[in-house]
């Protein structure tokens, strides 16, 4: 998960800081920071915090918030540094080729446990009795659209991979719009009557996520979550590219980024923006939005060399795999309120919430910056 791991499998690493502080500012959302925004609008009753706090929530169904866009962006960033690091397998040393391909599919085995680990390690543990085991995760996914990006960059040309990306997109497009299985599907994009329903209920092993009908991360949608790791391969081989031209290259990727948005709205209309579903208008879009953050990144920290904000993303960044499996097995409100428990006490009570947020966050990057200090990177 961690782009070390992706360098790891992929080739010689070719770290951009933008990269890693994109990755960590992605990850400081999922940490809590998106309560601060709530946090907020309740000590000071302004507008602003409670739309902006709206966004922190995943749309009911159809539709997208800021909120939507944080996993595809970590799919995204996963090709980047594939983009950056990586060539066809046939360019490898005959030695290494075996080396790599092994490698590559224990780390998809190792995100796919993992996985199944975080989604247990809110509750009472991973079920005895298979059927109550969560198997489709965040973790899973990411380890799914890696994976097969990466064996699409390995061996498959430039054009090849292009051409997979719009098969991907089209075939899934026509096969919820046009296959019906037992009266799902065929155009239907309900909550109970989307062909993901049919598939996750007959085909995935388990429990689905909080008992719905259809998984989040269910069977058919890790389909086109390979295409937002695609579109971040063909963004990180574009900068590695274009990297001494600093103007052409933000002009390409924000030109690329505006392109994706109007297709993936436009589509929008046709096959509707849908996180869960994740249609392909969902993945035009998330890709867009994606892009256009990774050029204020990149413009920023690696162009214009303000550093110093785009420092402390990084710290998060650089063990994203460790902190995110850490919101679901550490107690991080225990451990705040060990801490600092007093002084959020001592508050006005229209603080407290907003405090206890920053002294969750400022410990979990205390933690962060103390193992990144001493090069300490967890990494599949």
């Known amino acids: 998960m961690t782009n070390q791991g992706n360098n790891e499998v992929a080739g010689k690493a070719c770290r951009i800081l933008s990269v890693d502080a994109l990755r960590g500012f992605d990850m400081f959302w999922i940490l809590g920071a998106q309560g601060l925004f709530s946090a907020l609008y309740l000590l000071t009753g302004m507008a602003i915090f409670k739309e902006l706090a709206k966004q922190m929530l995943h749309s009911p169904w159809h539709g997208i918030t800021a909120y939507d866009v944080i996993f595809p962006l970590f ?32 780390r998809l085995l190792l995100l796919l446990f993992l996985g199944v680990i975080y989604n247990h390690g809110w509750s009472s543990g991973i079920p005895a009795a298979l059927d109550e085991i969560r198997f489709a995760s965040v973790l899973g996914r990411i380890g799914i659209a890696w994976f097969t ?22 075939g899934y497009w026509l096969l ?28 995935l092993p ?14 058919l ?19 590695k590219a ?14 690329a980024a505006l392109v994706l948005l109007i297709a993936g709205f436009g589509w929008g209309l046709v096959f509707p923006v849908n996180k869960t579903l994740w249609t392909s ?16 990144f990149y413009g920023v920290i690696d162009v214009l060399k303000i550093q110093q904000w785009g420092a402390f993303f990084a710290v998060i960044g650089s063990n994203a795999l460790l902190i995110y499996l850490a919101t679901s097995l550490v107690n991080w ?44 990177f967890v990494k599949v």
């Open 75 to 106: 799919i995204f960033l996963s090709g980047v540094s594939i983009g950056l690091a990586a060539k066809p397998l046939a360019d490898y040393p005959v030695q290494q080729r075996r080396k790599k391909v092994t490698h590559a599919f224990r």
């Open 206 to 219: 388990g429990s689905t996520y909080q008992g719905l009908a259809v998984d989040p991360e269910g069977i």
């Open 149 to 170: 990006a990466m064996m699409l960059v390995w061996f498959l040309s430039h054009r090849g991979q292009y051409l997979a990306a719009i098969i991907l997109l089209l």
């Open 221 to 239: 949608s890790n389909i086109t979550s390979v295409v937002n790791a695609l579109i971040g391969v063909f963004a990180g081989r574009h900068i």
């Open 281 to 296: 208008s969902f993945v035009l879009v998330t890709s867009g939005f994606s892009l256009l953050l990774l050029c204020v």
């Open 242 to 255: 274009w990297q001494g031209q600093a103007k052409k290259l933000l002009t390409h990727l924000v030109l």
């Open 176 to 203: 919820l719009s046009r296959v019906g299985v037992a009266g799902f599907g065929a155009g239907d994009y309900s909550q109970a009557g989307a062909l993901n329903v049919w598939f996750d209920q007959n085909l």
């Open 333 to 376: 409100n225990y451990s705040v309120q060990s801490l600092f428990g007093g002084l959020v006490k001592a508050a006005p009570t229209s603080w407290q919430v907003l405090l206890q947020l920053v002294f969750m966050l400022l410990l979990q990057w205390l933690l962060l910056l103390f193992l990144y200090r001493r090069k300490i």
